[in-house]
């Protein structure tokens, strides 16, 4: 069982259109993290959230953590082709020390 | 600029040949992680060492060992690398485990071949 779930798996879309991805748990994390991983290359971090309902905004990225910190959503505004990528969120547990990757999202944006 | 460096980006071994991969870090984190990464997939976590205290994921082969002599160099060692064995391994270092010191930064990889 994965402690951490991302949907949609696969994603393509056109360019200039917005879109959002999800990362949900049953648990409650002390933060979480979201990543992007371009082919052959290791994660780069884009962002971290560590309050309930927090919001973070990263150019046309928008992050957010839910209230009760089981949850993160990404959205991405106007999306271009640069945005292309395997999107992953991270985290660790409340009171935890193992750090944990959902299955990520691959996300293709079209020209 | 301060980083994480994986070398070689590359390595192809055989069947049963022991190989070793090499991560280093110019940040001066405590913790470094090694991962494995199939495609497709999200990184596993084979095991991390906080400061010389290593830490073995419960479903780690025995096949995968580490080493890390010092703060900045880290080392995987496959003593028998099978098939499955190939995949990306990708090194990360965090400033510690603790919300707000665990953000992970990472290696570009090294992609093994298996033959």
């Known amino acids: 069982t994965q402690l951490l779930e991302q949907s949609p798996q696969f994603l393509s879309i056109q360019e200039g259109e917005n879109l959002t991805v999800y990362c949900n748990s049953s648990s409650v994390f002390s933060s979480l993290q979201w990543y992007r991983q371009e082919p052959g290359e290791g994660p780069v971090l884009l962002v971290t959230?560590?309050?309930?309902?927090e919001v973070k905004k990263l150019k046309r990225l928008t992050f957010q953590f839910g209230d009760a910190r089981k949850d993160s959503s990404l959205h991405i505004t106007a999306a271009q082709t640069g945005d292309t990528g395997l999107y992953l969120c991270?985290?660790?547990?409340?009171?935890?020390?193992?750090?944990?990757f959902g299955p990520g999202t691959r996300l293709s944006v079209l020209p | 600029d301060a980083m994480v460096i994986q070398n070689p980006r590359y390595q192809v071994t055989q069947f049963g040949k022991p190989v070793t991969l090499s991560c280093s870090q110019t940040?001066?984190?405590?913790?470094m992680y090694w991962y494995q990464q199939k495609s497709s997939q999200a990184p596993k976590l084979l095991f991390h060492y906080y400061d010389k205290d290593f830490n073995n994921e419960a479903d780690t082969p025995d096949n995968f060992q580490s080493r890390r002599p010092n703060t900045s160099f880290c080392f995987l060692d496959i003593r028998s690398p099978g098939l499955g064995d190939a995949a990306m391994y990708l090194c990360?270092?965090?400033?510690?485990?603790?919300?707000?010191?665990?953000?992970?930064?990472f290696g570009p990889g090294t992609r093994l071949t298996v033959l």
């Open positions: 991270a985290g660790v547990k409340n009171y935890g020390q193992n750090f944990v």
């Open positions: 940040l001066n984190h405590n913790v």
């Open positions: 990360a270092t965090s400033r510690g485990r603790s919300a707000g010191r665990n953000e992970q930064f």
């Open positions: 959230v560590v309050t309930g309902g």
